[in-house]
């Protein structure tokens, strides 16, 4: 791993170059096909076209204490999408953006948030966030709590991603009303499986319960599609229904889509 000054030196001049840029990949309505928003995905492109995939940087930067400048100029850029989309007259959002648990304890809270949905015209229900559940692993877990809160207040939407794979998941749902409920990949591969399928079935089962949408990441095949339907589980986002998508390819294809129905 680079040394932190390097890192920084690194991510200084992405962002002066604008090197960062956001792909969508679509979450679908999978009794209907119909969307239902997208996720936004961040991916550094240098100049001379090298594509530096987020396993590369992203824990660089958590290291380095600068994920919550790329968080800011990852809002910047999906509201910045939403807003030429809007002036086109092109459906875009509800997009979510993930947050870094080192918001945490920051102060302003959401200002930022605030000040840049405002610039854009953006509004509380074209965006919302997702919160890992490893983020609220440590110290800083009360914090992200009251940021969750403060998100909240704001109208936001709030996502608990990746469930499943830390250690605090059943303090973070008695601590933090998630309005959705994301399922890691990990798991959605593993239906078939008799063990796996008790977990899925009995977690859906508990979120809609607890008033929680429930979105299943990794969707790749029809058995996957039709375990989580009949599980009540309608949300889905995954490469059966689309890889991630440039800004122009997710607008393309949701017009597409407003065309035919």
């Known amino acids: 791993m680079e040394d932190l000054s390097r890192v920084e030196q690194s991510f200084t001049e992405a962002i002066k170059n604008r090197d960062f840029y956001v792909w969508y990949q679509p979450q679908i309505d999978m009794r209907t096909g119909s969307p239902r928003g997208g996720e936004a995905l961040v991916r550094w492109q240098r100049k001379d076209g090298a594509l530096i995939p987020p396993d590369r940087f992203v824990s660089e930067l958590e290291q380095a204490g600068l994920m919550p400048a790329l968080d800011e100029e990852v809002v910047k850029i999906v509201c910045k999408d939403a807003c030429e989309a809007k002036q086109r007259g092109c459906l875009f959002g509800p997009v979510s953006v993930n947050l870094s648990r080192l918001h945490a304890g920051r102060e302003g809270g959401p200002d930022w948030i605030r000040k840049v949905t405002a610039h854009y015209g953006i509004q509380p229900g074209e965006i919302f966030f997702e919160i890992t559940e490893t983020a609220a692993e440590g110290e800083d877990g009360a914090e992200l709590m009251r940021f969750a809160h403060q998100l909240q207040k704001e109208g936001y939407r709030i996502a608990?991603?990746?469930?499943?794979?830390?250690?605090?998941?059943?303090?973070?749902?008695?601590?933090?009303?998630?309005?959705?409920?994301?399922?890691?990949?990990?798991?959605?591969?593993?239906?078939?499986?008799?063990?796996?399928?008790?977990?899925?079935?009995?977690?859906?089962?508990?979120?809609?319960?607890?008033?929680?949408?429930?979105?299943?990441?990794?969707?790749?095949?029809?058995?996957?599609?039709?375990?989580?339907?009949?599980?009540?589980?309608?949300?889905?986002?995954?490469?059966?229904?689309?890889?991630?998508?440039?800004?122009?390819?997710?607008?393309?294809?949701?017009s597409r889509y407003e065309e035919t129905v």
């Open 160 to 254: 608990m991603d990746d469930y499943g794979t830390g250690n605090s998941t059943l303090k973070l749902l008695q601590e933090i009303r998630f309005d959705i409920l994301k399922l890691d990949r990990h798991f959605v591969s593993r239906i078939g499986d008799p063990r796996a399928d008790v977990i899925l079935a009995s977690t859906i089962d508990m979120a809609g319960r607890l008033g929680m949408e429930v979105v299943a990441e990794g969707v790749e095949t029809e058995e996957q599609i039709r375990f989580l339907m009949e599980n009540q589980c309608y949300l889905g986002q995954g490469y059966y229904y689309s890889r991630p998508l440039t800004k122009e390819q997710y607008i393309r294809w949701r």
